[in-house]
């Protein structure tokens, strides 16, 4: 057995959160959490690690970013959407052909999100299988966990960054084929968004999920432009979900980012197929695309998420985003005359962690009988407060002003990775 000892710190469910100053955590030998235990222990007939006055929370889950397109934060940002994928980003995604310029770039990526407290994701890759297999090695390799996505688009590209429906289900099955080595990351398939993928292609892919129980990632009503240009492409759906549903990719765990313009009718669809939403806040004001009703979305019990969208977001960290959805909601809550009413830190932070390890299959914060998902943040560092803090006051200091100097210590899958 394994005990940790420090300020324990968890969000159990939407809008409550758990301090037990001076408590602990009990594993079992495989990192498994056996007990959350309000005060340590005298004598624990286990190995025990002390985090002294350190806050001890559950990590971040990212829910939803693109791998390759690291190299390109903050670049390109006063673009809409569709001018920013021609412009810059499908560019940049091209470069990974280059098998030893994304070694490089997703060995730093892995590390940035350690470093950071995120340990688990559900991640977009380019179109590369080879470069896809070197990323999730790089991960593995430095502890993260969750599910990565060869992305498939196979219509509406730049001739750098182009693969024909054929070369897209050959290259799937290959990367698939190629998946069964890694333990702790797994295959989700990653059609783009209806605009890059013909209909043979997500016929094709809706299929392949259902016969081997893969879960789907992919993109939905995210900005005005790309919602018209796929009524165009698809005059038979009324709404931009029916393009996923009519192929069989809209079901449970299927994860779509943004939503920022679903209306009452998809979000209803989400609710009843067991869609979940990754909210990027950061990417939503960064290229103009809106501001998602999430308070809204949460009183209608959909599974809220969030995601960096890394580089339509411009912060890996994702202490900054759950700090960021904060900031959107307020605007939100303000342009509403306060009707929407803006997220607390205590449930942004459970949407930022407790909310991903729930799609996990993990729920209730730090989750008995799962592996540890953990972070440790020391706050010794910050200005000195001029009173003494409560423990809660503390936690949401350390959400503001975290940054990798101050996460000391990292637990993903039962495992101490920094
Ligand atoms: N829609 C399709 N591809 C992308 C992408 O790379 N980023 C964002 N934000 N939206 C997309
Ligand atoms: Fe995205």
Same mark, same amino acid.
């Given at each position: 057995m394994k005990l940790l000892k420090g300020n324990i710190v968890y969000s159990p469910k939407l809008g409550e959160l758990v301090t037990l100053p001076h408590g602990a955590l009990l594993l079992d030998d495989d990192g498994v959490l056996c007990d959350i235990l309000p005060a340590a222990p005298e004598h624990a007939d286990a190995v025990v690690t002390d985090y002294g006055d350190a806050l001890v929370m559950p990590s971040f889950v990212d829910m939803h970013l693109h791998a390759p397109q690291y190299p390109m934060l903050g670049m390109g940002m006063d673009l809409p959407l569709m001018e920013w994928l021609n412009t810059y980003t499908f560019k940049t995604e091209a470069r990974f052909a280059d098998t030893d310029f994304a070694r490089r770039t997703y060995r730093r990526l892995a590390r940035d999100l350690i470093t950071g407290g995120t340990t688990r994701v559900c991640m977009f890759s380019s179109l590369h299988t080879d470069a896809t297999l070197i990323l999730m090695e790089e991960l593995e390799k430095a502890g993260v966990t969750g599910y990565v996505g060869k992305v498939n688009m196979d219509r509406n590209s730049v001739p750098e960054l182009e693969e024909s429906t054929e070369q897209s289900k050959r290259e799937t099955l290959r990367w698939l084929d190629a998946c069964g080595q890694f333990r702790y990351i797994r295959p989700i398939l990653t059609p783009r968004f209806t605009p890059s993928c013909t209909d043979e292609l997500m016929a094709w892919l809706g299929k392949l999920a259902e016969e081997r129980g893969l879960y789907v990632q992919s993109h939905l009503s995210e900005n005005d432009g790309e919602i018209a240009f796929v009524r165009e492409l698809h005059p038979d759906c009324p709404q931009y979900w029916e393009t996923y549903h009519k192929y069989g990719l809209w079901k449970d765990h299927t994860v779509m980012a943004?939503?920022?313009?679903?209306?009452e009718r998809e979000r209803a669809a989400m609710l009843e197929h067991g869609v979940t939403v990754a909210h990027c806040a950061d990417s939503n004001i960064n290229i103009c695309s809106g501001v998602a009703p999430v308070r809204t979305m949460l009183n209608e019990g959909l599974s809220v998420t969030l995601g960096?969208?890394?580089? &339509? &977001?411009?912060?890996?960290?994702m202490s900054r985003v759950v700090t960021t959805t904060i900031r959107v909601s307020k605007l939100r809550h303000m342009k509403t005359d306060g009707k929407d009413g803006f997220l607390t830190v205590d449930e942004a932070y459970y949407l930022g962690s407790t909310a991903g390890h729930r799609w996990f299959g993990a729920d209730g914060g730090f989750a008995k009988g799962h592996p540890l998902h953990a972070m440790v943040v020391d706050d010794a560092g910050f200005a000195e407060p001029v009173r003494e803090l409560t423990l809660r006051e503390r936690f949401e200091r350390a959400v503001y002003l975290m940054d990798k100097n101050a996460v000391k210590a990292v637990w993903s899958e039962g495992r101490n990775v920094i």
């Open positions: 943004h939503c920022v313009w679903s209306d960096s969208d890394i580089a &339509g &977001g411009a912060m890996l960290a």
